[in-house]
C-alpha cells in the first residue's frame, strides 16, 4: 500500500518508487531533522525536497544560486499545478511584493531564492510572517570555504536560521570531500550530524585521460570518431568561439557559450543544442549547472579545471540517461605549469593587494576615512594601464579585499536594461505624436511590469521584442527617443563591474588580510591544484577508483569500473600483441572478411576493446564486412 509520499509521487510525477536515498532525505526531513543529502549529478535531487513541502504546510524556501535553474523548476512545478514563485534580480520591487505576500497570504509551496536576496530587507521583514515548512539549500558546497566553490552569499542562509529558529535546513550537493561535509552542518548550523550518501559512481561513464601535445587535432579526431550530444569545457570565453569556429570547418555542428553573452543569445544556444540543432556545446564553466540533457555521449575537457570537484561535476554531465558515455581530460606538461601558475595568480602577495586597495582610493578620489557606503563604476582595464597591474591579478586582490571586509566587488552585475516613467499614467493617455511602434513599446511595458510610475524597474528588452513585434535595434531607439523626450527614464543594460565600500578607506599599510582569507585558503586551493595534476598523471589506478576515494568513498581493486583508459590497458595485458597481430593480417592492404580474426584465439571482449579502439585511432577502416589497414 503507498504511503502520502509514493502516493505524491505518483500523481505528480507519475514514478512509481522513490530511487536510492531519496525516501530516507524525505523522511529525514519530515521529522524536523536538518539534513544533508549528497547525491551524484543526475541522482533526483529535487524530488527530496518537492515531495516533502507537498505533505507539509507552508512554503519551503529553496535557495539556489541559477536563475535559469529556478525558472526552469518553477515553470515545471506549475505545469503539475504546483504552486510556486522565484524572486531574482530584474522584478520590480512590487513584483517582489506581490510574491512574498502570496507566500504569507496565499498557497504558494515553493519559493526560490537567490542567495543574494536574503539580505534584502524587504525579503527579511516578509519572511518572519511566512509559515516556512524548511528551507533548502541547493549547491551547498557553496557555503563551505574549504569547497571549490565558495560563494560569500551563501552566509547569509545560517542568518535566515536564526529568525525561523524551529526550521529544519536541507542542504543538497553532488560534489563535496569529507571536509565539505563537515564545514556545510556547521555553517549551516545543524543541530546534530546527519548525512546520507549515494554512491557517486558511474557504471556508464568511461574517465579517459589523453596526453597529448596536439589538444585541437585530438578534440577533432575524437568527435569524429563517435556520435551523439557532446560539451567541450575550455577556460577562456576566447578559446570557447575559436574551437567553435574550428569545429564547424571541420564539419561538425557547434556553438560557443560563456557568461559575457547576452542572456536570450544563451537561451538560443542552449535551446539548439539541447534540441540537437547542433552537436557540440564548447562552453566555459559557466554552463553546466541545471543543464537537463541526459543523452550527452561525450564530455571533454580541453584545459584542466581547477579541482576534482568541478571536474567530476562537469564530467558528470556525460551519460545521465544510463547509456555508455566518455569523460575525457586532454592532458600534457603546460597544464601543470599552468594549473601551478594559477597558485599565486589567485593570491598575489600581501603587499600587492594593499597596493591594489591604495591606488582603488587614489582612482576613486576617496580620502581616508571616507568612501563607506559609496559604489563607483570599476573600469577594470583603464585601472590596470593607469598602475601597469594585470588584470588577472588584480581581478584576485579584489575578491581577496571583499572576503576581508574592506569592499564589495560584483564583476559580472546583472546589465538589464531600467526604466522610469517620467509622467502619469493620465498623462500618458493623453500624448500626442506617438507613432504606432511607440504606442506598441509603451503597451508592451505596461502590460508586462508593474511599479513603473513610482520606481525604476528592471526590463527584459527580449521580451518586449516579442510583445511589440519589433527587433532589437528599433525597441532600443525607441526607448532613446521616449528618454530624449522625457516620456521616461531609459538606464541601457551594461556590463561595467562595479566596487562598493563596506567600511571607512584606510591607509594602504593599515589594511589586515586574516589568516583564514590568504594563507588557509590557499593552502586549501594548493590542494585542489594538486589534486587534479595527481588524478591526470595517475595511470596505474582506475580513474574511477580515484575520484570517489577522493570524495572520500572507500574503494578496492574489485571497484574497478572496467571501461576507464586505466581499466582497459591493465584489463589487455596482451593488447600490443592484439594489435600487432590484427596490423600483420592487414599489411596486404587487402580488403579482409571481419570473421578472418576468428582465427586469432583471444577473449572476444578483449577483441571488441582492442578493435574499438584500433578504429578510434583510424589504424583500419571498416566497409561493410570488410576492414582494410593502409599500411
Not at 576615512?369 to 563607483?376: D, I, K, P, R
Not at 589534486?531 to 574489485?558: P, W
Request: aromatic content about 10%.
Amino acid at each position: 500500500m503507498a504511503d502520502k509520499y509514493q502516493e505524491i509521487l505518483r500523481t505528480y510525477w507519475g514514478y512509481p518508487d522513490f530511487r536510492g536515498i531519496q525516501r530516507d532525505i524525505i523522511e529525514s526531513i519530515a521529522r524536523g531533522e536538518d539534513t544533508l543529502g549528497l547525491m551524484p549529478t543526475g541522482g533526483g535531487k529535487s524530488i527530496t525536497f518537492q515531495v516533502p513541502a507537498l505533505a507539509q504546510k507552508g512554503v519551503c524556501i529553496v535557495v539556489t544560486p541559477l536563475i535559469a535553474l529556478m525558472k526552469d523548476q518553477v515553470q515545471h512545478l506549475k505545469a503539475r499545478n504546483i504552486l510556486a514563485e522565484a524572486i531574482y534580480t530584474g522584478l520590480s520591487r512590487q513584483e517582489i511584493l506581490r510574491i512574498l505576500e502570496n507566500c504569507i497570504f496565499g498557497e504558494i509551496k515553493f519559493l526560490y531564492v537567490s542567495p543574494e536576496r536574503l539580505s534584502s530587507e524587504l525579503f527579511q521583514t516578509k519572511l518572519r510572517h511566512i509559515p516556512v515548512s524548511f528551507i533548502t539549500v541547493d549547491e551547498a558546497h557553496c557555503i563551505s570555504q574549504w569547497g571549490y566553490d565558495f560563494r560569500p552569499s551563501y552566509l547569509e542562509i545560517a542568518k535566515i536560521r536564526d529568525m525561523k529558529p524551529g526550521v529544519p535546513v536541507l542542504a543538497l550537493t553532488a560534489t563535496a570531500t569529507p571536509d565539505v561535509v563537515e564545514d556545510i552542518q556547521n555553517q549551516l548550523h545543524f543541530k546534530k550530524q546527519n548525512v546520507f550518501k549515494m554512491s557517486f559512481a558511474r557504471k556508464n561513464l568511461a574517465y579517459v585521460v589523453r596526453t597529448t601535445n596536439d589538444k585541437l587535432t585530438e578534440m577533432v579526431h575524437i568527435l569524429q570518431c563517435t556520435q551523439g550530444s557532446a560539451i567541450i569545457y575550455a577556460r577562456s570565453r576566447k578559446r570557447t568561439k575559436e574551437m567553435a569556429e574550428l569545429l564547424n570547418k571541420q564539419g561538425i555542428s557547434a556553438t560557443f557559450y560563456h557568461a559575457g553573452l547576452d542572456s536570450d543569445v544563451k537561451d538560443i544556444r542552449q535551446k539548439n543544442w539541447q534540441n540537437d540543432e547542433i552537436r557540440v556545446m564548447v562552453a566555459t564553466n559557466a554552463f553546466g549547472m541545471g543543464i537537463d540533457k541526459s543523452d550527452v555521449r561525450m564530455v571533454i575537457h580541453i584545459d584542466c579545471p581547477d579541482s576534482l570537484e568541478a571536474y567530476f561535476q562537469e564530467a558528470g554531465r556525460g551519460g545521465r540517461d544510463g547509456e555508455k558515455a566518455y569523460a575525457v581530460l586532454l592532458y600534457n606538461q603546460s597544464d601543470e605549469n599552468k594549473l601551478m601558475k594559477r597558485i599565486d595568480e589567485t593570491f598575489p602577495d600581501k603587499e600587492f593587494i594593499k597596493d591594489v586597495y591604495e591606488h582603488l582610493a587614489y582612482f576613486f578620489q576617496v580620502a581616508v576615512g571616507s568612501g563607506m557606503g559609496q559604489t563607483f563604476m570599476f573600469e577594470i582595464e583603464k585601472f590596470c594601464f593607469t598602475y601597469k597591474y594585470f588584470p588577472t591579478r588584480v581581478n584576485s586582490a579584489l575578491r581577496i579585499l571583499e572576503r576581508s571586509g574592506y569592499i564589495h566587488y560584483e564583476d559580472n552585475p546583472d546589465g538589464k536594461a531600467r526604466i522610469r516613467f517620467n509622467i502619469s499614467r493620465n498623462d500618458l493617455y493623453l500624448l500626442e505624436n506617438v507613432s504606432e511602434k511607440e504606442e506598441s513599446v509603451i503597451t508592451g511595458l505596461l502590460r508586462n511590469y508593474g511599479g513603473l510610475f513610482t520606481d525604476y524597474v528592471y526590463i527584459d528588452e527580449s521580451l518586449i521584442e516579442r510583445v511589440s513585434e519589433l527587433n532589437r535595434q528599433q525597441v532600443y531607439m525607441i526607448l532613446k527617443n521616449l528618454s530624449a523626450r522625457h516620456i521616461i527614464d531609459f538606464i541601457p543594460r551594461r556590463k561595467t563591474p562595479y566596487i562598493s565600500y563596506t567600511r571607512p578607506r584606510e591607509d594602504g599599510f593599515r589594511v589586515i588580510i586574516p589568516e583564514e582569507v590568504w594563507e588557509v585558503r590557499k593552502k586549501q586551493f594548493t590542494a585542489h591544484i594538486k589534486s587534479i595534476i595527481s588524478y591526470a598523471k595517475n595511470d596505474s589506478i582506475c580513474r574511477s577508483r580515484q575520484l570517489l576515494s577522493y570524495f572520500g568513498e572507500k574503494t578496492k581493486m574489485k571497484d574497478d569500473c572496467g571501461i576507464c583508459d586505466v581499466c582497459i590497458d591493465h584489463k589487455i595485458p596482451q593488447k600490443q600483441t592484439i594489435i600487432s597481430e590484427i596490423l600483420d593480417l592487414l599489411k596486404d592492404g587487402k580488403p579482409h572478411d571481419i570473421t578472418e580474426l576468428n582465427q586469432l584465439k583471444y577473449d572476444s571482449e578483449d577483441m571488441a576493446a582492442v578493435l574499438e579502439e584500433m578504429v578510434a585511432e583510424n589504424m583500419f577502416y571498416v566497409e561493410g564486412d570488410k576492414i582494410v589497414h593502409d599500411p
